[in-house]
């Protein structure tokens, strides 16, 4: 694995991807009920559309953006709009949310063409087909794509980089996408070079999916200035700043956008499901979804349909094993532990995880013994110890301004390594918040 | 079933805090073998008495009942053993003990708070206390499972002090009236005079490079003072001020348990790959000053414990580069 371009420092959890790799995907049968909330990522919530007792087709606009960084929400299922409440969301709030029964003699089929083909939209206007199809980011973050395909105009954007990493532990969907459909990979791709006004793109691929690189490599057009780049494996190669310093060998400046130094990231199934949306006319209303973990009787990848309940996703994998301890939306390393099992699958969640008792075990707290592994495996050069002493104290204002706690992403790079096993990225998770909560003078 | 709600990750590396412990410990099995093969019972006795200060007083003032099970105050007492003349007192022995695992670690509030190295804050004080003592290393005896020097001597009563008494090779070159440089092959097996753990560099090497590998170990503090006791010293030995060869310097004293395990204890060492460099640079050039000019043969305790003092001012001044940044910090006012 040496030589392969990657970022310094990270961490090497068990990758455990083996458990789904090999499993096709397949279409998730219709649920009786979809919940959609209205706050579904970063941004402001959408605004609703349709009231109780209103029939819906599948893919019809129920409720829209309301700004710029926002997005549009789509019904996933035909049937009637049974009520809009406060629902589980898996954050662990209660978020608005428009509750459809789906109509069990629906045959489900869509309305005809809804967007135009991307070949007719003027480069300018795609990214406004792309806000109306309510594409966001597929990686984690689900931050509107639209909001990315039009960078601040003082920041022209030279490369496109396509995020094929998926460094997450246990995930394979992003895998599954490049495997199944690598022509609509590149016809994403396509679609976000004509957006942005350019032409080259790189795709970086951990070096743990050589079936995936191989066939990307083998599916590549012609036509198109793409390169494809493997990848050390390591921990957490897929966001946005290490990748760009893999590919590129720049760093993304402190604070600010990857468009400063002149990269886009985009993830492969951001891009497969923006190739998708023009190809079918129709918005975005599934994505393909790993359901993993011990904890879990048959694992595999599903294509399921945004708002199905977590419950009805356990139900239809076998249910759960004797020691399943721990129900996961998303990676292990980010991913937020769940307590409802009706909380309902959003357009972010590119994984489920049931962990059973061994897969996460607990351990005690015990003092830090300062050994600096935790800024070993920081992939942004923090020093974790000192702003876990710094947040554990409530000493707020040192930390952002001393120790850099906006840097932060969260990675959880440095609370895997701890042996004493002390919860830092919660302390930084739970300092960012309540940062918010202090006016700004 | 009953589901657990955890904050991110929710995966762990295997490593812990208990394990390192541990495995620190495991490693310094074949040095204590080596120290009762060249020592006999005697060795056996100071290791237990200055692990049972370290014990008692772990369980009794430590923060929690439970802290005896992680395995610092048994590192401590093992260390602190090492450092010990074979014919030590024992009850000398068990007193280090109890001050370096009280006065070195617990006041400053247990595991991972203290600023000294533990088991040196009480060799500090059986040097202060007992400077004859500790000093005396005797001769060998005719049969192996006979004790040496006067292990069983009454509390706060004047040991006895065996009349064959052998120096060590530091001793020996520098106080010696006859100096006689001891072979390095000799230094590096350990079939020379010293503390229980300090003769065989052998066996500390390969404990501390086993530690390294498993990750156990920061790599760069000892051969950061290798490096800089190495260049130093030949520096010294070149223009005729030093009668020390750096390869003695090296393998003599010491040198290599302090270099492997004192120095290298995390609590007491700097967090960044950086600051251990100062570290190390700053105890090999301390090393060297106290053994050429200082009134005492060995210089590692005390060059360990000052730059024990130094961690939180390095730790300061090598704060990790931001990623994204130059690393220069922005000048704050009021600052």
Known sequence: ?441 | MTVKITASPHVRSADSTVQIMWSVVISLVPVVAASIYYFGPSAILVLLASMAGCLVTERWFGSNPGSISDGSAMITGLLLGLTLPPGFPLWMAFLGGVFGMGFGKLIYGGLGQNIFNPALVGRAFLQAAFPVAITTWPSKTEHWWMLQGDNFALPFMSPVVDTATAATPLGNLKFGDDPVVTPILDLFLGTTGGSLGETSALLIILGGIYLAYRGHLNWHIPVSIFVSTFVISGLFWAIGISQFTPVFMLFSGGMMLGAWYMATDMVTSPLSNKGCWVFGIGIGFLVVIIRIWGGLPEGVMYAILLMNAMVPFINRATQPRLFGTSGKKKKEAGK
């Open chain 1, 1 to 441: 694995m040496k030589g392969l371009p990657s970022f310094k420092h990270g961490v090497h959890p068990p990758e455990n991807k083996d458990l789904t790799s090999g499993i096709p995907s397949k279409r998730f049968p219709f649920p009786k009920e979809v919940i959609l909330p209205l706050s579904q990522h970063i941004g402001v919530p959408a605004k609703a559309l349709v009231k109780p007792g209103d029939h819906v087709e599948r893919g019809d606009v129920i409720a829209e953006a309301a700004g710029f960084i926002s997005s549009t929400v789509h019904a996933t299922a035909s049937g009637t709009v049974r009520s809009i409440e406060l629902w589980p969301h898996p954050n662990g709030l209660m978020v608005p949310s428009i509750r459809i029964s789906v109509d069990p003699n629906s045959s489900q089929m869509r309305r005809n063409r809804m967007v135009p083909r991307w070949q007719d939209v003027k480069d300018t206007d795609l990214s406004k087909e792309i806000a109306k199809a309510g594409i966001v980011g597929l990686g984690g973050a689900a931050f509107p794509s639209h909001v990315k395909l039009s960078p601040p105009k003082d920041q022209p954007i030279e490369l496109l980089l396509i995020n094929g990493c998926e460094c997450e532990p246990y995930l394979t969907s992003d895998h599954r996408v490049m495997l199944e459909m690598p022509e609509m990979v590149y016809e994403g791709i396509r679609i976000a070079l004509k957006a942005l006004g350019i032409t080259r793109c790189v795709i970086g691929i951990e070096n743990n999916k050589p079936d995936a690189i191989e066939m990307m490599r083998k599916t590549k057009p012609a036509d198109l200035d793409a390169t494809i780049q493997p990848l050390t494996v390591k921990y957490p190669q897929g966001a946005e700043k290490m990748l760009i310093k893999a590919v590129m060998g720049r760093e993304v400046p402190s604070g600010a956008l990857p468009s400063s130094i002149g990269a886009m990231v985009q993830n492969v199934a951001t891009a497969a499901n923006v190739a998708a949306v023009f190809k079918t006319g129709h918005p975005l209303i599934e994505r393909i979804i790993t359901i993993s973990g011990r904890g879990i009787k048959k694992p595999g990848n599903w294509k399921i349909p945004f708002g199905t309940k977590l419950r009805d996703v356990i139900e239809h994998c076998g249910g759960l094993t004797e020691d399943a301890a721990e129900i996961v939306f998303g990676g292990p390393m980010m991913g937020q532990g769940q307590a409802n099992l009706d909380v309902p699958i959003l357009k972010a969640t590119g994984g489920i995880l049931i962990l059973s008792k061994d897969e996460c075990k607990r351990q005690d707290i015990l003092p830090c013994i300062r050994c600096g592994k935790c800024l070993e495996a920081c992939p942004i050069f923090l020093n974790p110890q000192w702003m876990g002493e710094l947040a554990k104290a409530e000493r707020y204002e040192e930390l952002v301004e001393d120790a850099h706690l906006n840097d932060c992403m969260l990675c959880g790079s440095c609370s895997f390594v701890c042996p004493s096993n002390i919860p830092l990225s919660q302390y930084f998770a739970m300092s960012k918040t309540q940062l918010k909560r202090i006016p700004k003078s």
